[in-house]
């Protein structure tokens, strides 16, 4: 017959009389409970052990409130995850785990409130699928990391080409833009010639201008009458003749001073002869 919960300390009980019941630690404890077979929703058995954590919070109802406690925990346990499992598919089963351990925990959590037990977490240690399942997820594993280096593989192609034809394209865009600018030099550089040679003809044509110039400025100082004139201009057009024109015109002024002049160098050819 329970009387009190003796805290830690110094107590007296009377011998023959009283006696303890059951001396419980309040700190948590950990339980690992065998593996369970269980059935997921598209029909694979696996086995499935947990691992709880727990506290006793209450030493009168977790002595007084259930037989066996550990087993009592460990039963509801495997129930729970039994009905977990089975709402799960393999796939699922095997990838939510933080799902499946919180679900576990607020039931039992739940459940042992009467037992003076408080469940702090539940987990998952080992999800033991069959041989053949173990087999055909290691295909499938081996399968899926083939695929994923072919495709690795193929975009490592792929852009390889993609940058040697990038690489073309840049030359080839370098190239006419090295022929544009070298025909943008030429063409400056021919310019540049035209308008010096132009420069140098302008010059000389002023040169000459101011030659003509001077020379007709001293013609004039020189009081040259009309005739020194003509008879220059008949020097030039024999100068003229002496070239490959066939034909030259000779204004009528000037064919007076040709005869005058021929009859001058006849009349010195014919005292020349009589001498």
Do not use: C
Not at 53 to 72: C, H, N, R, W
Not at 238 to 260: V, Y
Request: proline share 3%.
């Amino acid at each position: 017959m329970y009387s009190t919960t003796w805290q830690t300390g110094l107590h007296i009980k009377i011998p023959f009389i009283e006696r303890v019941a059951n001396k419980i630690s309040l700190k948590e404890k950990v339980v690992d409970f065998e593996p369970q077979a269980v059935i997921t929703k598209d029909n694979v058995t696996m086995q499935i052990d947990t691992v709880v954590f727990y506290q006793i919070t209450d030493p009168k109802l977790y002595t007084y409130g259930v037989e066996s406690p550990i087993a009592a925990i460990a039963n509801l346990s495997a129930t729970t995850l039994r009905n977990i499992i089975g709402e799960l598919e393999l796939d699922s089963t095997l990838t939510s785990r933080d799902t499946i351990n919180s679900k576990i925990r607020i039931i039992l959590d739940e459940a042992t409130d009467s037992w003076g037990i408080k469940i702090n977490r539940v987990e998952l240690k080992n999800i033991i699928p069959p041989r053949e399942i173990q087999d055909a997820m290691e295909k499938q594993m081996k399968a899926e990391r083939e695929r994923r280096e072919a495709i690795l593989r193929a975009e490592g192609e792929k852009q390889s080409k993609i940058l040697v034809a990038e690489g073309h394209k840049e030359s080839k865009i370098l190239e006419a833009q090295a022929k544009k600018e070298s025909a943008i030099l030429n063409a400056e550089a021919v310019k540049e010639a035209k308008i010096k040679e132009a420069q140098g003809e302008a010059l000389a044509i002023k040169e000459i201008q101011e030659a003509t110039a001077e020379a007709i400025k001293k013609l004039n100082e020189a009081n040259t009458d009309e005739s020194v004139i003509k008879l220059k201009t008949l020097d030039a057009f024999a100068k003229a003749a002496d070239g490959k024109a066939t034909k030259i015109i000779i204004p009528s002024e000037i064919q007076g001073i040709a005869g005058l002049a021929q009859g001058i160098v006849e009349s010195v050819n014919t005292h020349d002869a009589q001498e």
